[in-house]
């Protein structure tokens, strides 16, 4: 089945998949950029932080001149930490790397911004080896620096990741421009319902990270995600990605592998019996405090979320 798009509160239609980039080497990239494009993927994740926007570029590049259109493609990229006191220089970046004029979506990477004359471009750090985070800047200042960027037309869409129930209702009420989507780590392993909860009542379109639980693929041995794939005779990651989509929002998968790539756009439909067979499994992890987060940066930061706050 082809993959579905969902509409965001811009009018702009995302796709249900997307490609991830983080941790794809420079070296792998392009050519993981480009197949996708060639394989039919419309949505690239990028980030400047995943330093490897040169060859994301050229990636894309190549796909545009295979006959892919530009405007076929959704392309969102993210303003790092270190960058949120200038949000419109990581935005020039970014475009340049990627060699675009515009993104279809900007967002803000993680809520905290770090100190931008610090001793490191990305990962500044204090004398104790700690993050060197500019603790007195507050999030809802970054998002009315990206409210601004709409005007420029380099970007289409505004948006955040890593945002909790808490860090959403203290931006919301300031909002002149709601987040068009949050992104967030998702999976059976870490459903964040409250999150996804409020983000539909608000009209935010969720993007799930890290389906597969990110690096090794933890959650694709997750008990009901093995059973299903076996009754249905699919595979897990096949079961994770679909998950996504049947809750309303839109996953990101990353590999470099061309196999992969192909086989990830293989979204079927759960139905109901599975779905709760994936939600008590998820259910059940909230009750016996074992939920699993795998990607959290030692920001030295309370971001809001319960099994950290
Ligand atoms: N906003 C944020 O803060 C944030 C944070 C994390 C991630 N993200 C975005 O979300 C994307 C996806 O998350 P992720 O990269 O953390 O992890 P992921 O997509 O959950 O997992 C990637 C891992 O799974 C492997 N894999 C991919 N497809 C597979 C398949 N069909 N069968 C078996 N293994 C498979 C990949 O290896 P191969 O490459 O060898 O296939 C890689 O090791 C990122 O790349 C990034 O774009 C955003």
Not at 117 to 139: A, M, Q
Not at 184 to 195: A, G, R, Y
Not at 212 to 225: D, H, I, L, R, Y
Request: glycine share 8%; charged share 20%; hydrophobic share 35%.
């Amino acid at each position: 089945m082809a993959p579905a798009t969902f509409k965001l509160n811009t009018g702009q239609d995302i796709p249900a998949l997307g490609l991830g980039t983080w941790q794809s080497p420079p070296g792998a990239v392009s050519a993981a950029v480009a197949t996708a494009l060639k394989d039919g993927y419309k949505l690239i994740d990028c980030a400047y932080c995943y330093g490897n926007e040169d060859e994301v570029g050229q990636g894309l590049k190549e796909g545009f001149a295979s006959g892919v259109g530009r405007e076929s493609v959704f392309v969102m990229t993210k303003a790092w930490c270190t960058y949120q006191t200038r949000v419109e220089l990581a935005l020039d970046k970014s475009l340049k790397s990627l060699g675009l004029d515009y993104v279809d979506l900007f967002l803000v990477h993680w809520p905290v911004a770090m100190n931008p004359e610090g001793n490191h471009d990305k990962f500044p750090t204090l004398p104790d080896g700690s993050r060197d985070i500019i603790r007195t800047h507050d999030h809802v200042a970054t998002w009315k620096m990206m409210e601004k960027l709409l005007e420029t037309g380099k970007t289409r869409a505004i948006g955040v990741c890593n945002y909790s129930k808490r860090y959403l209702e203290e931006l919301l009420p300031h909002c002149t421009v709601v987040p068009a989507i949050n992104q967030i780590e998702n999976h059976p392993n870490l459903p964040q319902q409250e999150i996804v909860d409020l983000c539909n009542e608000k009209g935010i379109h969720v993007v799930a990270y890290s389906p597969f639980g990110s690096t090794g693929g933890p959650t694709m041995k997750a008990e009901p995600v093995v059973k299903i794939a076996e009754k249905k005779g699919i595979s897990p990651s096949t079961v994770l990605l679909s998950y996504h989509v049947a809750r309303g929002s839109t996953v990101l998968a990353k590999s470099t592998n061309p196999d992969r790539i192909k086989a990830n756009m293989d979204i079927v439909d759960l139905d109901a019996y599975d779905m709760k067979l994936l939600t008590d499994h998820s259910e059940d992890l909230a009750k016996n405090n074992k939920l699993t987060r795998y990607v959290y940066p030692p920001f030295g930061v309370d971001f809001g979320f319960p099994d950290k706050s």
